[in-house]
C-alpha cells in the first residue's frame, strides 16, 4: 500500500545481490560489529613499547633540528672567529688590547668596561683630547652604547696610582678595587709566558675529540685564580694527557727553571702517560718519568715529570716546599692510598708556605715579574698550584674539611664522551657467582653478536676455575658435538659435585651468609662480594661483576634504579619470549628498556621454531645498522658460531701473559678475559688490616657501587656496551656503599707515624689528613715503632686523652729508619746487620740482609700450587682449612721425600727458603731474562714477584753502599748484588738481625691449645695461631719452640707466614742488652751468684729475662748487669771488700762484716753506708773508681770506716784513696 507521496519517493531499483541495510535485523548489525572489535588484537607491550621509541626519537629529531637552527642564527662570522684565543693568550700587552679592542668594536661586538678603558687611554705624559672622547662617544652610539663618564673619570684618575705612588699606597689602592679582582690579580700575579707546541695532524685529529680538551680555557682560568683546584672527570676524558699539556702550554714552568711534577698510583701507569704525553707534545724530551728503580729518564731539558706517589713523598721529605716545582697534579687521587693522603696533607701546607713567602718577595721588590730573565739567588719560587684529579672522588672530603682546605678548592668538572652501557641485574643473587658467571658467558656467546666479554672474579684461583669450566664446555661441545647447553649444565653438574654446595637462591637479600674464602694466598674483593685481604704490603683485588665489551656482570632482570622489578612467579609464557627478543633489543643504540635474560639454563634439544628463529634473529641483526657493534670495531665470531678463547688476566701472571688479552681478537673467536680488578682501569683496592689484632683477614664482602660503575664503564669505550651484574638490584640499592673503604682506614700506620715524625710533626691531630686514621691503629703504630726503637713517646696527651693527640719524637734511629725505602721494621733488621757485619769484615752479611728484606717487602715469592691445583677452589666449593692443610702438606712432604719438590722446600725454615731465592735468581738473571725466566719455572717462582724484589734488593744495596760508605769502613759490597750461599754462622746471625725488626711478631708454641699451635702478641694468649702450610718451617720437624713471623692471614683460622726460627737465648741477651719495652731483664737470681770480673772489669750475674707480650720465661743467662740496677753496685762493693778491685786496701783483713751481707741485707747501715754512694755517682766499675778518687779523693772514706774497727780509722784515713 503507498502512501501520500509519489512516485518519486520510491526508493530505486536495486541490483541483485544487494542488500537493503534498513531490513536487515538488527541482532546482524551488532554482531557483525562485535565481530569487527573482536578482531582487533591488543597492542603488545613490545610494540607498545616500539611505538614510544620511534615517537621519541621523531620528536628528538624534530627538537635537534630546531636546536640546529636556532644555533645558525648567532653563528659567529670568520672575522669573530679569529678573535678567540686561548686562555693561554689572554695576557696581552697593551698594544694588543688596544687592537683587539678596536676590532671587537668594529664588528659590533659589545666592549667590556676594561676595554672601554682602553680605547680611552692615552699616554701619560700627554694631557687627554676631548676630540677624541666625544668620537668615541659617537661611535658608542652607534653600537647603541651609552658613554659611561662618570665610571671613566674614576678609571683614568685611579688606575696611574700605583704606578706614581710609593709602594705603602699601592696597598691602599688595591682597597678601592672589587675585592673579586684584587683577589684574581693577586692570585694570578705570577708572569707567564706561553709555549708554542707543534703537534702532528693525527694527534691533533684524536685530542679534537677528547672532552678535555674543550676545558682548556677554564682549567687555566680556574688554575690562575686558585692555588689549589680539583678535577673530577669521567674515566675516558682524557684528563690525565691533557692537564700536563695545559700547564706546559701556559707557561708556568717559566722556561727552564721549573718543573711540573704528576703522579700516578702505579709505575706502569707512570710510564706509559709520560710515554702517551711525550709523544703528543712531539718532544719526548720534555716528558720524563721516574720510578722506584729507574732514574735514567730525568734529563736536564725534561719539564713535566711523571712519577709515583711514593717518589714524590720522598722529594717532599727532603724539601718541604718541592722548590723545583711550580705545579703538581695528583692523578688518581680517588684511590685514596696511604702516600696520597699524605702527599695532599703536606702539599696543603706547602700551597700556602710558598703563597706567603711569594707575597713577601713581591712585597719587598725581590721578585722579578720578566717571564725571560734569569731568577736571582734570593728570588723565592712562584706560588706552587696543586691540582688533584679523580674519576669518582669524594669531593667532600676536601671541600668540606676546613682543616685541610681552609677555602674549598673549585671543582672543574669534565664529562667523558662514552658510549650508553646498559646495566643489567640478576633476579637473585647466587651464592656460587662462579657458576653464575659460567652461565652468563656461555648464553652471551650462544645469543649475541660479536664483541669481547670481561668477567671480574675475586682472585687468582676463581680466575682459574672459571678459565677451567668454560674451557670444559667448549670441549664437550665441540668434541662430543653436544649442544652448548647441555655441556654447559654438565660442567656445571659436575663442579657442583666438587664443591659439594648447596646452591639453593634466595630472594631475601637481608638473609644472605657470605662464606668465607678459605685460602691464605690470595685476599681479593668480590661484587658479589669483596675479599677484605687486611694484609699489609699486599694488593688487595676486587670480585665478580663481569665485565666486558660485551661487559658480563650477571644475567638475570635488568632493572633501572627506581623502577619496579618484576617477580619470580610471572608467567612463563613471558620469560620464555624474552631470551628470543634479547639481542635485537638489547643491542639498538640508545636503548634504554629493561632487558631481562633468564637466569635458569635453557632446554637442551631446541624444537624446529626456536631454531628457525634464531636464523631470523641472525639475518635481521645483519641487516641493522653496525653502530649496533660500534661501526664494526667489536670484532670476532657471536651467536655461538666459532670457539671462545678464553685468557686469564690477575697481577701475578708473567708481563707476556697480561699483554694476551690486549691483542685484537682473531675474526673466527670470540675472546673472554677473566680478571681480578686488574682490568678495573687503574683502580686497585689496598689492604685491609685489622689494628686491634694485626691480622690480615680474609672475607667476602660487596664492593662500592663508585666500583661497580667504574666497571660499568669498561664495556663503553669502544661502542654501545652491556654490563651483566651478578646480583640483584635489591642488593646493589640497600647493600652496596657508595664508595669503596679508604686504604687510610685499613692499613697499619707505622710508616705513616715514623714519616710525620721525621717531618716534625709531633702530634698527629694538628696535620691535615683528608680523612682522620683511626685512634686505635694509631696507638697500635706507636706501640710497634717503640718496640724497635724508632720514636720516643713520652705518655703525654695534648688537649685529651685520644691517641692522635700523642706527643710523638723521632729518635736517632728512627731518623736512619726514615731515610730508608722499606717499612720501619725491615729497616731495622738493615741496620742490624750493618752493625753486627762490624766485626765480621769480610765475612759481613749486609748483602744477605738486602736479599731477605727485599724478599720479605715484595712477598709472595713462591707460586707453590700450579694453576690446576688452585683452580677448583671457590667460595662456594671450598673444604675444611684443616683437612685441606692437611691433605697439602702430606702431599708436600711426600714431595720432598722424594726430592721432587724444589730444593727452596726443603730448606729449615723461610730464611734459608728466601736467601736461596734471591740468590738464586741473582745469579739466573745474569744469563738475560730467558734465563730468569726458566729458574722461575722450574723452582715454582713468581716471575713478576721475584723480579720486583731483585730490583729491590739492588736499590737498597746501592743506597747502603752511598750513604753509610761502606767501603771506607771495610764492607767489600760488589754491585749489582749477587748473594751466595751463607755460611751456618752466618745464618744465625741473620736470623738474630731479622729478630730485631720482628721482635713484636713472636710466636711461643702452646701444645695445651692445640697440635701445632702457637702464640703471639698479636692474638694474645687464648687463641692459637699456626705456621701456614706454605712455609719451610711446617714442613720441617721438630717444629721450632720459638719463632718470628712476617704476617698472620686469617680464614676461619690464623696463619703466621715468613716463619723464621729464633734461639730463645737471644732474646735473653737482647732483653740483657735493654732498650726494648717488650723483653724483660727480670730479677737477678742468687744462684749461681754473681761475680766481678778484674781482668774485664764488669760485674756480670744471672737473670731471668722474659717476653712481656705472652709473660714468657727466656732461659737464664749470665749478663753485664747494667748501670741502672741496683744490684751492680752490690756485686762491685763486695768485690772492693774482698780485695778484687784494689789490691793494697787499708784493714781489709780487719773487717767487722762478711762482705757477703751486701747482697741479703739492704737495711743495714754498714751496706747502704758504702752502697748508696755508688748508686748516686754511678760509679760501678774499677775504672770509674779512679775517676772518681781523682776529682774526691775522700769519696767512700766514710762508708768504708764503718766496716773497720775504730782502732784501724787513722791508718785507713792516712792511706785513702788506695789507688
Not at 607498545?48 to 640546529?68: D, F, T
Request: glycine residues 6%; hydrophobic residues 40%.
Amino acid at each position: 500500500m503507498l502512501d501520500s507521496h509519489g512516485v518519486d519517493d520510491l526508493p530505486a531499483p536495486r541490483a541483485p545481490g544487494d542488500t537493503n541495510a534498513e531490513v536487515l535485523p538488527a541482532k546482524k548489525t551488532k554482531a557483525k560489529v562485535q565481530k569487527e572489535v573482536e578482531e582487533e588484537k591488543p597492542m603488545s607491550k613490545r610494540k607498545r613499547r616500539k611505538l614510544e621509541q620511534l615517537a621519541q626519537k621523531n620528536a628528538s629529531k624534530e627538537v635537534r633540528a630546531e636546536v640546529l637552527e636556532q644555533l645558525k642564527a648567532v653563528k659567529l662570522t670568520p672575522d669573530q672567529a679569529e678573535l678567540l684565543k686561548a686562555s693561554q693568550s689572554t695576557r696581552l700587552s697593551k698594544r694588543e688590547q688596544k687592537a683587539m679592542a678596536q676590532r671587537r668594536a668594529q664588528l659590533g661586538i659589545p666592549l667590556t668596561s676594561d676595554m672601554k678603558e682602553t680605547l680611552r687611554r692615552r699616554p701619560r705624559q700627554l694631557k687627554p683630547k676631548v676630540e677624541n672622547d666625544e668620537e668615541l662617544s659617537e661611535e658608542q652610539e652607534q653600537h647603541g652604547e651609552k658613554p659611561e663618564t662618570g665610571n671613566i673619570v674614576q678609571l683614568s684618575m685611579d688606575a696611574p696610582k700605583p704606578q706614581a705612588q710609593p709602594k705603602p699606597e699601592m696597598k691602599a689602592s688595591k682597597k678601592l678595587a672589587p675585592k673579586k679582582t684584587s683577589q684574581v690579580e693577586a692570585m694570578a700575579t705570577q708572569p707567564l709566558q706561553r709555549v708554542h707546541v707543534e703537534r702532528t695532524a693525527d694527534i691533533e685529529e684524536q685530542r679534537t675529540r677528547l672532552p678535555a680538551v674543550m676545558m682548556e680555557q677554564e682549567f687555566v682560568e680556574m688554575l690562575l685564580s686558585n692555588d689549589v683546584m680539583l678535577v673530577c672527570g669521567d674515566t675516558g676524558c682524557g684528563k690525565s694527557t691533557q692537564v700536563p699539556q695545559f700547564l706546559y702550554e701556559c707557561g708556568i714552568c717559566n722556561g727552564k727553571d721549573f718543573l711540573i711534577g704528576v703522579t700516578q698510583p702505579r709505575r706502569v701507569a707512570a710510564i706509559s702517560v709520560s710515554q702517551r704525553v711525550g709523544q703528543e707534545l712531539n718532544e719526548s724530551g720534555k716528558v720524563g718519568y721516574q720510578v722506584r728503580y729507574d732514574r735514567s729518564n730525568c734529563t736536564e731539558d725534561m719539564r713535566i715529570k711523571f712519577m709515583t706517589d711514593g717518589i714524590l713523598l720522598r722529594e717532599v721529605q727532603a724539601d718541604f716546599l718541592c722548590r723545583k716545582y711550580t705545579a703538581i697534579v695528583i692523578d688518581e687521587a680517588h684511590e685514596r692510598g696511604v702516600n696520597c693522603d699524605i702527599l695532599i696533607g703536606l702539599l696543603s701546607r706547602a700551597v700556602h708556605q710558598r703563597r706567603k713567602a711569594f707575597q713577601e718577595a713581591v712585597a719587598a721588590g725581590r721578585f722579578n715579574k720578566d717571564p725571560g730573565t734569569a731568577r736571582s739567588a734570593d728570588e723565592p719560587p712562584p706560588p706552587l698550584k696543586l691540582v688533584i684529579m679523580s674519576a669518582t672522588l669524594r669531593l667532600c672530603d676536601f671541600t668540606e674539611n676546613q682543616q685541610l682546605f681552609p677555602v674549598p678548592p673549585p671543582v672543574l668538572r669534565i664529562d667523558a664522551r662514552t658510549f650508553p652501557v646498559t646495566v643489567h641485574f640478576e633476579r637473585r643473587t647466587e651464592e656460587d657467582y662462579i657458576k653464575a658467571a659460567h652461565r652468563s658467558v656461555w648464553k652471551i656467546h650462544k645469543d649475541l653478536p660479536p664483541g669481547s666479554i670481561l668477567v671480574f672474579v675475586t682472585g687468582r684461583q676463581e680466575v682459574h676455575r672459571l678459565c677451567r669450566m668454560l674451557q670444559q664446555t667448549q670441549l664437550l661441545t665441540f668434541n662430543s658435538g653436544k649442544a652448548l647447553e647441555e655441556a654447559a649444565a654438565e660442567v656445571a653438574e659436575q663442579e657442583g659435585k666438587t664443591a659439594d654446595l648447596d646452591l639453593e637462591a634466595s630472594d631475601d637479600e637481608g638473609n644472605l651468609s657470605e662464606p668465607e674464602l678459605e685460602e691464605g694466598n690470595e685476599g681479593k674483593i668480590g661484587d658479589a662480594g669483596r675479599l677484605k685481604k687486611k694484609l699489609k704490603g699486599k694488593r688487595k683485588k676486587k670480585a665478580l661483576d663481569t665485565s666486558g665489551d660485551v661487559k658480563v656482570e650477571g644475567v638475570a632482570d635488568s632493572i633501572k634504579p627506581g623502577a619496579k622489578r618484576k617477580r619470580t612467579n610471572e608467567k612463563e609464557e613471558a620469560t620464555q619470549d624474552i631470551p628470543d627478543e634479547m639481542p635485537e633489543l638489547s643491542f639498538a643504540v640508545g636503548e634504554e628498556d629493561v632487558v631481562v635474560l633468564e637466569g635458569e639454563a635453557a632446554t637442551a634439544a631446541e624444537d624446529a621454531k626456536d631454531i628457525e628463529l634464531r636464523n631470523q634473529r641472525k639475518v635481521r641483526m645483519s641487516r641493522l645498522d653496525k653502530s649496533r657493534t660500534a661501526g664494526g670495531v667489536f670484532k670476532g665470531v657471536g651467536f655461538g658460531e666459532g670457539q671462545m678463547r678464553v685468557l686469564p688476566l690477575y697481577a701475578q701472571l708473567s708481563a707476556t701473559k697480561q699483554l694476551e688479552p690486549f691483542k685484537h681478537p682473531p675474526e673466527n673467536q670470540r675472546v673472554v678475559v677473566i680478571s681480578t680488578n686488574v682490568a678495573e682501569t687503574s683502580v686497585t683496592l689496598p689492604n685491609v688490616y685489622k689494628a686491634s689484632s694485626g691480622a690480615s683477614a680474609f672475607a667476602i664482602d660487596r664492593i662500592s657501587k663508585a666500583s661497580a660503575d667504574q666497571r660499568a664503564g669498561r664495556a663503553g669505550r669502544l661502542g654501545p656496551g652491556h654490563s651483566y651484574r651478578l646480583y640483584s638490584s635489591a642488593a646493589y640499592e640497600n647493600y652496596f656503599p657508595k664508595f669503596a673503604p679508604l686504604q687510610m682506614l685499613h692499613t697499619p700506620m707505622d710508616p705513616v707515624l715514623l714519616l710525620l715524625a721525621f717531618l716534625g710533626v709531633p702530634r698527629l691531630d694538628v696535620f691535615p689528613w683528608p680523612t682522620p686514621p683511626p685512634a686505635e691503629a694509631i696507638s697500635a703504630a706507636i706501640r710497634r715503632l717503640r718496640a724497635i726503637g724508632a720514636i720516643e713517646d713520652d705518655g703525654t696527651r695534648a688537649e685529651g686523652s685520644k691517641a692522635t693527640a700523642a706527643v710523638v719524637k723521632c729518635t736517632t734511629l728512627g731518623y736512619r729508619l726514615a731515610a730508608l725505602p722499606v717499612a720501619p721494621r725491615y729497616a731495622r733488621m738493615l741496620l742490624a746487620a750493618v752493625s753486627t757485619s762490624a766485626d765480621l769484615k769480610a765475612d759481613h752479611i749486609i748483602g744477605h740482609a738486602c736479599a731477605i728484606v727485599a724478599a720479605l717487602s715484595v712477598g709472595n715469592l713462591t707460586c707453590w700450587e700450579s694453576a690446576q691445583e688452585v683452580e677448583g677452589a671457590g667460595p662456594g666449593g671450598l673444604e675444611n682449612e684443616l683437612v685441606r692443610a692437611q691433605r697439602e702438606a702430606q702431599r708436600r712432604l711426600d714431595e720432598a721425600t722424594k726430592k721432587e719438590a724444589p730444593k727452596w722446600s726443603q730448606l729449615r725454615d723461610d730464611a734459608e727458603g728466601l736467601l736461596w731465592l734471591m740468590g738464586g735468581y741473582a745469579w739466573a738473571a745474569r744469563g738475560g731474562d730467558e734465563a730468569a725466566e726458566a729458574f722461575c719455572q722450574k723452582n715454582k717462582i713468581n716471575p713478576r714477584q721475584m723480579a720486583e724484589a731483585h730490583s729491590l734488593m739492588q736499590q737498597l744495596a746501592e743506597l747502603l753502599q752511598r750513604r753509610l760508605c761502606l767501603s771506607s769502613a771495610g764492607f767489600e759490597l760488589q754491585l749489582p748484588l749477587l748473594p751466595r750461599p751463607p755460611t751456618p754462622r752466618q745464618v744465625q746471625l741473620l736470623r738474630e738481625c731479622i729478630a730485631e725488626g720482628l721482635l713484636d711478631r713472636v710466636a711461643i708454641a702452646s701444645p695445651d691449645l692445640g697440635h701445632r699451635a702457637y702464640i703471639c702478641a698479636d692474638l694474645g694468649r687464648e687463641r692459637p695461631v699456626y705456621i701456614h702450610t706454605a712455609s719451610n718451617a711446617f714442613r720441617h720437624r721438630p717444629h721450632p719452640s720459638v719463632l718470628v713471623f712476617n704476617e698472620i692471614i686469617s680464614t676461619h683460622k690464623p696463619f703466621m707466614r715468613d716463619c723464621i726460627n729464633v734461639d730463645p737465648l737471644h732474646l735473653a741477651k737482647r732483653a740483657a742488652a735493654g732498650g726494648c719495652p717488650l723483653l724483660s731483664l727480670g730479677e737477678f737470681i742468687p744462684v749461681p751468684g754473681p761475680r766481678y770480673l778484674p781482668e774485664q772489669d764488669k760485674v756480670l750475674a744471672f737473670a731471668s729475662p722474659s717476653y712481656i707480650p705472652l709473660s714468657y720465661a727466656l732461659p737464664t743467662v749470665e749478663v753485664e748487669v747494667p748501670a741502672n740496677s741496683i744490684f751492680r753496685y752490690k756485686v762491685f762493693a763486695k768485690a772492693l771488700l774482698e780485695g778484687m778491685v784494689v789490691r793494697d786496701l787499708p784493714a781489709q783483713d780487719k773487717l767487722l762484716a762478711k762482705p757477703t751481707l751486701l747482697l741479703h741485707a739492704p737495711t743495714n747501715p754498714r751496706v747502704s753506708a758504702l752502697v748508696s754512694p755508688l748508686w748516686q755517682f754511678k760509679v760501678g766499675s774499677r775504672g770509674e773508681l779512679y775517676s772518681r778518687w781523682k776529682h774526691d779523693s775522700r769519696f767512700l772514706l766514710e762508708g768504708y770506716l764503718k766496716w773497720v774497727p775504730n782502732t784501724a780509722h787513722d791508718d785507713v784515713r792516712m792511706a785513702w784513696p788506695p789507688m
